[in-house]
């Protein structure tokens, strides 16, 4: 996906799945294949295996046969999109489908994902997902399950925004992998509900061996009703919060430390009780 040029049209960026890169040799050249099959030698500027992004640059003699795509807002539980792709030989590849009210709990690593109800195509990863009035919101990755994977475009643009002026890209790294209640099979959101009066917030599905999470008794089922004052917010609106903490560490606004303190209001469904919990966790400065 073409994502804008360096100040002519003879010089492209291009945004990519990060597994397309960090496997081959540093000294290894890339070469990028055109829509018109055009094949041209590219540079890699960086890439981040925690989000599976990277950016590429090529440039040419003569423009470019490429459009830098309009850009839309964040794609939306329910919302109807299309992922486009390219198949064997470079073909285009298209399907249609609604953002699925799921999260994967197979998948705790990436769970600020979205999820497209289509199965993910034979090259579908690194492709655009756009809306249905041509703007793109995302970008896709074959997830290995039944579903497309979806990386919504505010964090691509702050992950690219960052590392633009910083080269680097920093985010508070809190051991937790996280659920919403509100995307709970409906049957238990009942029971948290009439049980403990709880119809939103985060739930616990893995600590971190040793983190400071697990050290301050965070444990697995518990419910972080309060994320730092947020609990209404999705798991990709949460990420996007988190690389805000991120951009304002590498700024300087959060004093020299290299840890931020989140306020986190934890429930505990077995003892039914809260208690406020100052995390002090540390950022991670990836700059692959």
């Given amino acids: 996906m073409c994502i804008g040029w360096k100040e002519t049209g003879k010089c492209a960026r291009i945004l990519t799945s990060s597994s397309v890169v960090r496997a081959l040799d540093p000294k290894s050249k890339l070469h990028i294949c055109l829509p018109n099959r055009t094949i ?33 807002s964040n794609p939306n539980y329910g919302q109807e999109v299309f992922m486009l792709g390219r198949g064997e030989e470079s073909n285009l590849v298209a399907r249609h489908g609604k953002i699925l009210w799921f999260e994967d709990a197979d998948d705790l690593v990436c769970n600020y994902r979205l999820f497209l109800s289509c199965e993910p195509p034979k090259g579908c990863t690194g ?44 985010r508070p790294v809190h051991g937790l992998s996280l659920r ?90 077995l003892e039914r009780g809260t208690r406020s919990i100052t995390l002090a966790v540390e950022f991670c400065c990836a700059s692959e």
């Avoid at 590219?42 to 459009?67: C, K």
């Avoid at 919504?152 to 910083?166: A, D, G, L, Q, V």
């Fill in 127 to 170: 492709g655009s997902v756009i809306d249905n009035d041509g703007n793109v919101t995302g970008m896709a990755f074959d997830s290995g399950g039944s579903y497309v994977g979806i990386l919504s475009i505010s964090t691509i643009h702050t992950c690219i925004e960052m590392w633009m002026k910083f080269s680097r890209i920093a």
């Fill in 40 to 72: 041209l030698e590219g540079q890699l500027l960086f890439y981040n295996q925690h989000y599976d992004i990277a950016l590429l640059e090529i440039s040419s003699e003569s423009d470019l046969p490429l459009q830098t795509p309009s850009f839309g």
């Fill in 180 to 269: 919403t209640v509100e995307l709970l099979d409906v049957s238990l959101q009942e029971v948290i509900s009439l049980e403990h009066n709880i119809s939103k917030g985060y739930i616990v599905d893995m600590v971190d061996i040793g983190s400071t999470a697990e050290k301050l008794g965070i444990r697995y089922g518990d419910v972080i009703v309060s994320f730092d004052g947020l609990s209404v917010q999705t798991l990709p609106q949460l990420e996007d919060y988190l690389l805000s903490l991120g951009w304002g560490f590498l700024q300087g606004n959060t004093s020299s430390s290299s840890t931020v303190d989140l306020k986190l209001e934890v429930y505990d469904l």
